[in-house]
T-cell receptor, first 113, second 113 residues
């Protein structure tokens, strides 16, 4: 079975500074990787995903994540954050099967003006 | 396009009471899911369905029941509410099981006292 570790529960960062949210996973088989974002009082929304191909994937709002198979990581980065990026971010790993999606415990990103 | 709609948004139950959390989606997705979200714990799968008439247990099914009589609807039933069921509940749907992103509702915040 897969598992996901998000070591940082909270990450405060100043506006326009870079940020990295860490995600490591454990799995012995091929996986699909996701980052979801949750704004206050809302459900989760897909931010980006890695299924196959290029190991660097990007979102429409400037986030990117790189799949590193040797380090079993899928860290999320943004070179310059905005106030509107304040939210909770969840990493998730999926194998085959509808009951085979596992979420990390989340990282709360707070952007400080 | 409404996506995934959950009702109610909030509910307070007394121990031993029962209730049904409603979930409907208008995207014609075969796959539907119920998760609970607890602080610092990420999301845990309660039940899932791969199509009308087919349901199966997830990671934390005890105390819950589901049904899937139509493609659109996937209600979650709590028969004898317990304080341990205080949580935020999210319904989600997806087009496929492998590698397909989930679409989430905005959640139901349930308190059992």
């Amino acid at each position: 079975a897969q598992s996901v570790t998000q070591l940082d529960s909270q990450v405060p960062v100043f506006e326009e500074a870079p940020v990295e949210l860490r995600c490591n996973y454990s799995s012995s088989v091929s996986v699909y990787l996701f980052w979801y974002v949750q704004y206050p009082n809302q459900g989760l929304q897909l931010l980006l995903k890695y299924l196959s191909g290029s190991t660097l994937v990007e979102s429409i709002n400037g986030f990117e994540a790189e799949f590193n198979k040797s380090q079993t990581s899928f860290h999320l980065r943004k070179p310059s954050v905005h106030i509107s990026d304040t939210a909770e971010y969840f990493c998730a790993v999926s194998g085959a099967g509808a009951n085979n999606l596992f979420f990390g415990t989340g990282t709360r990103l707070t952007v400080i003006p | 396009n409404a996506g995934v709609t959950q009702t109610p948004k909030f509910r307070i139950l007394k121990i031993g009471q029962s209730m049904t959390l409603q979930c409907t989606q208008d995207m014609n997705h075969n796959y539907m899911y119920w998760y609970r979200q607890d602080p610092g714990m990420g999301l845990k799968l309660i039940y899932y369905s791969v199509g009308a008439g087919i349901t199966d247990k997830g990671e934390v099914p005890n105390g819950y029941n589901v049904s899937r009589s139509t493609t659109e609807d996937f209600p979650l039933r709590l028969e004898l509410a317990a304080p341990s069921q205080t949580s935020v509940y999210f319904c989600a749907s997806s087009y496929a099981d492998v590698g397909s992103p989930l679409h989430f509702g905005n959640g139901t915040r349930l308190t059992v006292t």
